[in-house]
Nanobody, 121 residues
Framework: QVQLVESGGGLVQAGGSLRLSCAASGRTKSTYMGWFRQAPGKEREFVAR????????YYSESVKGRFTIARDNAKNTVYLQMNSLKPEDTAVYYC???????????????WGQGTQVTVSS
């Protein structure tokens, strides 16, 4: 079992930055950690992925160059640093954990409750 708790969302102006955190507990070793987002009326979208060893980092094209995923093993926490935010980044952001290096959300086993990110123009 893995428990995930996201934090760090909020309201920011376009061009601003936010850092999301995902605190994990339970059997996190050898898991892949992903960030996803879902905007109102849209399907859930993959954002970024990382292993607990910090390898196999992968980003969606829509955030590449603006977002950075990282982890702190000592704190059992995965971060998503979001820079140059755009109104289209507005969504609920979810942290997920799974055993496969995938960008497919349904293949992740555990999910957090989500944190709202709103970017104003």
């Amino acid at each position: 079992q893995v428990q995930l708790v996201e934090s760090g969302g909020g309201l920011v102006q376009a061009g601003g930055s936010l850092r999301l955190s995902c605190a994990a507990s339970g059997r996190t070793k050898s898991t892949y950690m992903g960030w996803f987002r879902q905007a109102p009326g849209k399907e859930r979208e993959f954002v970024a992925r990382i292993t607990w060893s910090g390898t196999m980092i992968y980003y969606s094209e829509s955030v590449k160059g603006r977002f950075t995923i990282a982890r702190d093993n000592a704190k059992n926490t995965v971060y998503l640093q979001m820079n140059s935010l755009k109104p289209e980044d507005t969504a609920v952001y979810y942290c997920a954990a799974g055993s496969l290096p995938t960008i497919v959300g349904r293949l992740y086993d555990y999910w957090g409750q989500g944190t709202q990110v709103t970017v104003s123009s």
